[in-house]
């Protein structure tokens, strides 16, 4: 089945920094979204992209679809200790009939020192 | 109303027990969908409601049987589980055609014993 492969796994890094991450597919995507998780808690919609080359920001996160349609970056400027969680990005895939269903990719762990 | 309510937050059961999960949404999202996620891995799909009527199963063993009883409530049925089954679940709605993104429950942490 297609997979969204994401890098990368973990991040630990210091409150102030700058993060990049990215999600690769071997499929094409017309939308790309990215949610963030934080422990015992459901994903949450952070950025959605519809076009490629599309770069779309939410405050301190900045996100991009990729040329190729095949890939999407999501970058977190001035990193905070509430910016910790594992963050996912996903796709809708035809599910049958007119039906999308969504997939996710396999997280991008995320740990802020204060 | 922009939230997906899931009851209940914690659920303990014994494997011959039967329980429900339930999701309620008050945005008039006409797509909801039952997730199961394991520890440190994505939410993975099981069922997606459409219009009330069951449009997607991905080969869900029948232990768990899923209910949408009208446009705002999404149940799902838990009977004679495995241990193997504790995990989060997940419930999320979205528009009919489900691009724009899901909004997603808090979901219920569930634990057979």
């Known amino acids: 089945g297609q997979q969204l492969n994401q890098s990368p796994q973990s991040m630990f890094i210091q409150e102030g920094e700058d993060v990049s991450m990215n999600c690769t597919s071997s499929s094409i995507f017309n939308t790309w979204l990215w949610y963030k998780q934080d422990p015992g808690e459901g994903p949450v919609l952070l950025i959605a992209l519809y076009k490629a080359g599309e770069l779309t920001s939410n405050g301190r996160l900045t996100a991009q679809f990729g040329i190729t349609r095949k890939d999407s970056f999501l970058n977190i400027s001035a990193s905070i200790p509430s910016d910790v969680g594992i963050y996912f990005c996903a796709g809708p895939i035809r599910g049958g009939g007119a039906t999308n269903k969504l997939i996710f990719g396999t997280g991008t762990l995320l740990a802020v020192q204060p | 109303d922009t939230e997906v309510t899931q009851t209940p937050k914690h659920l303990v059961m014994g494997m011959t027990n039967k329980k429900s999960l339930k999701c309620e949404q008050h945005?008039?999202?006409?797509?909801m969908y039952w997730y199961k996620q394991k520890a440190k891995k994505p939410p993975e799909l099981m069922f997606v409601?459409?219009?009330?009527?069951?449009?997607i199963n991905e080969s869900v063993p029948s232990r768990f049987s899923p209910e949408c009883p009208n446009s705002s409530l999404l149940n799902l049925h838990l009977h004679a589980l495995q241990p193997e089954d504790s995990a989060l679940y997940l419930c999320?709605?979205?528009?009919?055609?489900?691009?724009?993104?899901?909004?997603f429950g808090s979901g219920t942490r569930l634990t057979v014993v």
């Open positions: 409601y459409s219009y009330e009527k069951l449009s």
């Open positions: 999320a709605s979205s528009q009919a055609r489900g691009v724009d993104g899901y909004t």
């Open positions: 945005m008039g999202h006409r797509a």
